[in-house]
């Protein structure tokens, strides 16, 4: 061998890179000296640097053992950065739940569908929307409520979320917390768990990478910045409490039940016999001294010829892996001085041949007798534990099993799919595991809702019905733009115009290196069956009527794990360019990028002192709803609570989670002003029952209630009038001295004597009814200067609405009304 030869691998050895036994052999097949294995690796060998002679006759032991050492360095300085930016992810966002300037609703949703539910159930009084009121049963149904009925617009989600929060709520109480209300402490606990997303996305974006947690950093960096999922995940979206558990499941069960690779190829030796000293070499991996084998196939060994050395003679096999088997992956740490070898250096390189045993200091060991019960246990749990939880998060989102869905489909091909459906049995075991769990959580899923709703009624049945089937959705809630989808996740800001740029070039690169070496170029199977995941989801999405930032909340984090991957091909790139030092280009290219997708979220986070900033987020648009929520806050502070009129949408409002007094409301609807009194409360059986802590049993004594539940829902209401009604809108709170407390905007100057203005936030006012003799005079001499009969087109059509509710009373009286001011 010649020096210039011998000091190539050498060097090889002491940087931890893998030495190409094809490119050794063809030197020595050229004209090279024929040597053993070990005068290979000995000749001319810097003697400085070894101490054993176990080193000189096995140096590839000594180099696995240092990259398995630095790649395990590597990996830990990853999830400790991981596990550092999930900390400081959840002490930032439940620091920013505790200001004022955060209490702004973003959605109805995020109070009426979960938080709400929970508040009656522990307080015996709410609002309920349609969606988890159970079927209207009997003949003398309302207008409303039978248009309820043939829309599907009932019982359409689980009551295992609101359960949720009741069960926070018994424990907090338990615990003996009484001060904050019970809307913070959910949002507190939410947000908490929604916090865990970047660790989520590091382990989800590490595991379809091969085990490179450098790229899950990447992943969770950019979770944790990114300005939407903020938005979401620091409101009690259900999405975002979702989200972690979801991701971590997919997780658990990729390589097992789902994977990005085909069946690993059978584990072979590349190995050689020392005829003199009997030392055992192997070319992709090291054979321990106590016999034991290396069963990792490093993928630029995708072609090669593997050499099997028995008592009988040698044994000569080619291996042939295809390039979608094993795609290349950066071996280059992004976040430490280390290399990231854990692709080819994190599995066990002493797991014996798979059905062989091997002779260990003199004892035969078998592979399949070395698994404890225990081990086993544990794994099993994992994969029901997994499909447990991937069935909850479909029962309480539908939505979700699509999201599951696609993303499997999209890690599918006819060749994998032929190679999984041989596989061994212990896969089949697993699958058989993980569809256990997925039948446990539907028979949960199932078991609520009977409980909630009654035998028979499957909410994400009547979900799919309503949403899918009728469309009603998009009829309903008006249809949205087609691009919405496509704006928000990749224009919304400069820093998603960066990471649209940067899979872009990213995937770019990919194709033009697969044109050049004619096959796949950096992690291109993966990077392809990600990018269809995400085209096809957005798709899905856009093509529904009706849309929401908060449906794609884990699309996005499936972009974000695409674009690290892309950061990471992209640096690996450069180095290979030698556009900048080849340790200093992974780095500086994901901490630029991080800093600068940080910097521009940053610029777009929306508070509430900014109604500006608050205007593309909020439902419909309505920047209002920061002020309305102080002003609700502050009457829910007050003991003197009668009544509360509400001159702003009860969609802004926050339902009794944020009023906290059992109280009528009169308040402005899209179609006019319900009013929503004692008398038209809907009595339903309690559900849940609270502890017998003190708290609890205050509550309910102050209620008087133990089993019942008084709700005001969408459909019971005690009066209506129209917006152009609005002088016997005043004789009425006139002449209702319950209502004692007024919500109205600024510009709005509605009775002139009787009230007084307690507060005032900019945009919306709270009056306080003045109570004394004095101010109810004033008020009476208010009626006679207020004409008491409006057009009679709006008495017929309040008659109308008055009739769709049931009132039919009252409905008659508007229509009688009417028709004698029409003839006169």
Same mark, same amino acid.
């Given at each position: 061998?010649?020096?210039?030869?011998?000091?190539?691998?050498?060097?090889?050895?002491?940087?931890?890179?893998?030495?190409?036994?094809?490119?050794?052999?063809?030197?020595?097949?050229?004209?090279?000296?024929?040597?053993?294995?070990?005068?290979?690796?000995?000749?001319?060998?810097?003697?400085?640097?070894?101490?054993?002679?176990?080193?000189?006759?096995?140096?590839?032991?000594?180099?696995?053992?240092?990259?398995?050492?630095?790649?395990?360095?590597?990996?830990?300085?990853?999830?400790?950065?991981?596990?550092?930016?999930?900390?400081?992810?959840?002490?930032?966002?439940?620091?920013?739940?505790?200001?004022?300037?955060?209490?702004?609703? +973003?959605?109805?949703?995020?109070?009426?569908?979960?938080?709400?539910?929970?508040?009656?159930?522990?307080?015996?009084?709410?609002?309920?929307?349609?969606?988890?009121?159970?079927?209207?049963?009997?003949?003398?149904?309302?207008?409303?409520?039978?248009?309820?009925?043939?829309?599907?617009?009932?019982?359409?989600?689980?009551?295992?979320?609101?359960?949720?929060?009741?069960?926070?709520?018994?424990?907090?109480?338990?615990?003996?917390? $009484?001060?904050?209300?019970?809307?913070?402490?959910?949002?507190?606990?939410?947000?908490?768990?929604?916090?865990?997303?970047?660790?989520?996305?590091?382990?989800?974006? =590490?595991?379809?990478?091969?085990?490179?947690?450098?790229?899950?950093?990447?992943?969770?960096?950019?979770?944790?910045?990114?300005?939407?999922? $903020?938005?979401?995940?620091?409101?009690?979206?259900?999405?975002?409490?979702?989200?972690?558990?979801?991701?971590?499941?997919?997780?658990?069960?990729?390589?097992?039940?789902?994977?990005? $690779?085909?069946?690993?190829?059978?584990?072979?030796?590349?190995?050689?016999?020392?005829?003199?000293?009997?030392?055992?070499?192997?070319?992709?991996?090291?054979?321990?001294?106590?016999?034991?084998?290396?069963?990792?196939?490093?993928?630029?060994?995708?072609?090669?010829?593997?050499?099997?050395?028995?008592?009988?003679?040698?044994?000569?096999?080619?291996?042939?892996?295809?390039?979608?088997?094993?795609? @290349?992956?950066?071996?280059?740490?992004?976040?430490?001085?280390?290399?990231?070898?854990?692709?080819?250096?994190?599995?066990?390189?002493?797991?014996?041949?798979?059905?062989?045993?091997?002779?260990?200091?003199?004892?035969?060991?078998?592979?399949?007798?070395?698994?404890?019960?225990? =081990?086993?246990?544990?794994?099993?749990?994992?994969?029901?534990?997994?499909?447990?939880?991937?069935?909850?998060?479909?029962?309480?989102?539908?939505?979700?099993?699509?999201?599951?869905?696609?993303?499997?489909?999209?890690?599918?091909?006819?060749?994998?799919?032929?190679?999984?459906?041989?596989?061994?049995?212990?896969?089949?075991?697993?699958?058989?595991?993980?569809?256990?769990?997925?039948?446990?959580?539907?028979?949960?899923?199932? =078991?609520?809702?009977?409980?909630?709703?009654?035998?028979?009624?499957?909410?994400?049945?009547?979900?799919?019905?309503?949403?899918?089937? =009728?469309?009603?959705?998009?009829?309903?809630?008006?249809?949205?733009?087609?691009? +919405?989808?496509?704006?928000?996740?990749?224009?919304?800001?400069?820093?998603?115009?960066?990471?649209?740029?940067?899979?872009?070039?990213?995937?770019? $690169?990919?194709?033009?290196?697969?044109?050049?070496?004619?096959?796949?170029?950096?992690?291109?199977?993966?990077?392809?069956?990600?990018?269809?995941?995400?085209?096809?989801?957005?798709?899905?999405?856009?093509?529904?009527?009706?849309?929401?930032?908060?449906?794609?909340?884990?699309?996005?984090?499936?972009?974000?794990?695409?674009?690290?991957?892309?950061?990471?091909?992209?640096?690996?790139?450069?180095?290979?360019?030698?556009?900048?030092?080849?340790?200093?280009?992974?780095?500086?290219?994901?901490?630029?990028?991080?800093?600068?997708?940080?910097?521009?979220?940053?610029?777009?986070?929306?508070?509430?002192?900014?109604?500006?900033?608050?205007?593309?987020?909020?439902?419909?648009?309505?920047?209002?709803?920061?002020?309305?929520?102080?002003?609700?806050?502050?009457?829910?502070?007050?003991?003197?609570?009668?009544?509360?009129?509400?001159?702003?949408?009860?969609?802004?409002?926050?339902?009794?989670?944020?009023?906290?007094?059992?109280?009528?409301?009169?308040?402005?609807?899209?179609?006019?002003?319900?009013?929503?009194?004692?008398?038209?409360?809907?009595?339903?059986?309690?559900?849940?029952?609270?502890?017998?802590?003190?708290?609890?049993?205050?509550?309910?004594?102050?209620?008087?209630?133990?089993?019942?539940?008084?709700?005001?829902?969408?459909?019971?209401?005690?009066?209506?009038? @129209?917006?152009?009604?609005?002088?016997?809108?005043?004789?009425?709170?006139?002449?209702?001295?319950?209502?004692?407390?007024?919500?109205?905007?600024?510009?709005?100057?509605?009775?002139?004597?009787?009230?007084?203005?307690?507060? @005032?936030?900019?945009?919306?006012?709270?009056?306080?009814?003045?109570?004394?003799?004095?101010?109810?005079?004033?008020?009476?001499?208010?009626?006679?200067?207020?004409?008491?009969?409006?057009?009679?087109?709006?008495?017929?059509?309040?008659?109308?609405?008055?009739?769709?509710?049931?009132?039919?009373?009252?409905?008659?009286?508007?229509?009688?009304?009417?028709?004698?001011?029409?003839?006169?």
């Amino acid at each position: 061998m010649t020096q210039k030869s011998s000091h190539g691998i050498r060097k090889r050895i002491s940087s931890g890179r893998p030495i190409n036994r094809s490119q050794t052999e063809r030197k020595k097949n050229s004209g090279g000296k024929q040597t053993n294995g070990s005068s290979l690796l000995t000749d001319d060998t810097d003697h400085r640097h070894t101490t054993d002679d176990t080193h000189l006759l096995d140096p590839l032991n000594t180099t696995k053992a240092a990259r398995r050492h630095r790649s395990m360095l590597s990996r830990n300085h990853a999830v400790l950065m991981t596990l550092m930016v999930t900390l400081v992810t959840a002490v930032l966002r439940v620091y920013y739940v505790t200001l004022k300037t955060s209490g702004w609703v +973003l959605h109805p949703d995020e109070i009426y569908q979960s938080l709400e539910v929970a508040y009656s159930e522990i307080y015996g009084y709410g609002f309920r929307p349609y969606e988890f009121l159970p079927p209207a049963r009997g003949d003398n149904l309302s207008q409303y409520q039978q248009v309820h009925q043939e829309h599907g617009m009932y019982a359409l989600r689980s009551p295992l979320l609101p359960w949720f929060y009741v069960v926070v709520s018994w424990g907090v109480a338990m615990l003996g917390v $009484t001060s904050p209300s019970p809307y913070l402490i959910w949002r507190i606990v939410h947000v908490t768990l929604a916090s865990l997303l970047p660790l989520a996305a590091h382990v989800f974006t =590490s595991t379809l990478s091969a085990g490179s947690h450098d790229v899950g950093v990447m992943a969770a960096a950019l979770a944790a910045s990114s300005v939407h999922l $903020t938005v979401l995940g620091t409101h009690t979206i259900v999405h975002s409490l979702l989200a972690p558990a979801l991701f971590l499941c997919l997780a658990g069960l990729h390589g097992s039940v789902w994977d990005t $690779t085909a069946p690993r190829p059978p584990r072979l030796l590349h190995a050689t016999t020392d005829s003199n000293t009997g030392t055992r070499r192997s070319g992709s991996t090291a054979s321990s001294q106590n016999g034991s084998c290396g069963s990792h196939v490093r993928p630029e060994d995708k072609h090669s010829t593997t050499r099997l050395q028995t008592r009988s003679g040698s044994i000569t096999q080619t291996e042939h892996y295809d390039d979608d088997d094993v795609d @290349d992956v950066s071996d280059r740490s992004l976040f430490s001085a280390h290399e990231d070898t854990a692709t080819s250096a994190d599995h066990d390189d002493h797991t014996p041949l798979a059905g062989s045993s091997e002779t260990v200091n003199g004892t035969s060991q078998n592979p399949k007798k070395a698994v404890s019960l225990s =081990s086993k246990t544990i794994v099993f749990g994992r994969f029901i534990a997994c499909g447990f939880c991937l069935a909850i998060c479909c029962y309480i989102r539908p939505d979700s099993g699509l999201f599951i869905g696609i993303l499997f489909m999209s890690f599918l091909s006819p060749r994998r799919l032929s190679r999984l459906l041989m596989k061994e049995k212990e896969y089949f075991r697993q699958i058989v595991l993980c569809v256990v769990g997925g039948i446990l959580g539907v028979v949960v899923g199932i =078991s609520g809702d009977f409980y909630f709703y009654g035998v028979g009624v499957i909410s994400p049945v009547n979900w799919f019905r309503f949403n899918v089937v =009728s469309k009603a959705a998009g009829r309903l809630f008006g249809a949205d733009s087609a691009v +919405l989808y496509i704006r928000e996740m990749f224009f919304a800001n400069p820093g998603m115009v960066l990471v649209l740029g940067i899979n872009i070039a990213g995937v770019m $690169t990919s194709i033009v290196q697969a044109l050049r070496r004619g096959r796949g170029g950096e992690g291109m199977a993966l990077k392809m069956r990600l990018l269809v995941s995400v085209a096809v989801l957005l798709a899905t999405y856009s093509v529904q009527e009706h849309k929401e930032l908060r449906f794609i909340h884990h699309v996005i984090v499936l972009y974000f794990a695409l674009t690290a991957i892309n950061v990471r091909s992209l640096a690996k790139t450069l180095s290979e360019q030698g556009a900048l030092t080849i340790s200093a280009t992974p780095r500086l290219s994901a901490l630029g990028t991080i800093l600068l997708f940080a910097a521009s979220q940053w610029h777009s986070m929306p508070t509430g002192e900014d109604p500006a900033s608050l205007k593309s987020w909020v439902y419909q648009g309505n920047a209002d709803t920061y002020d309305v929520t102080r002003c609700v806050n502050h009457v829910a502070a007050q003991t003197d609570v009668r009544g509360v009129f509400l001159n702003v949408n009860l969609n802004l409002v926050g339902g009794f989670t944020f009023l906290r007094h059992n109280v009528p409301l009169l308040t402005l609807t899209f179609s006019g002003y319900h009013e929503y009194g004692m008398s038209a409360r809907h009595i339903t059986p309690r559900k849940l029952y609270p502890t017998t802590t003190a708290t609890a049993t205050t509550a309910l004594r102050r209620h008087k209630t133990d089993s019942a539940v008084s709700l005001a829902t969408s459909v019971n209401l005690s009066n209506y009038f @129209d917006h152009q009604n609005q002088p016997y809108l005043l004789h009425h709170l006139i002449s209702h001295p319950e209502y004692n407390y007024l919500l109205m905007t600024t510009d709005t100057e509605f009775l002139p004597a009787g009230f007084t203005q307690v507060l @005032d936030t900019g945009r919306v006012k709270v009056l306080r009814r003045l109570g004394t003799e004095e101010g109810e005079q004033r008020l009476r001499q208010v009626v006679p200067l207020l004409r008491a009969d409006p057009a009679p087109a709006v008495l017929k059509r309040e008659a109308s609405e008055l009739f769709a509710f049931g009132l039919r009373d009252l409905a008659a009286q508007r229509y009688e009304r009417g028709v004698r001011l029409d003839g006169q």
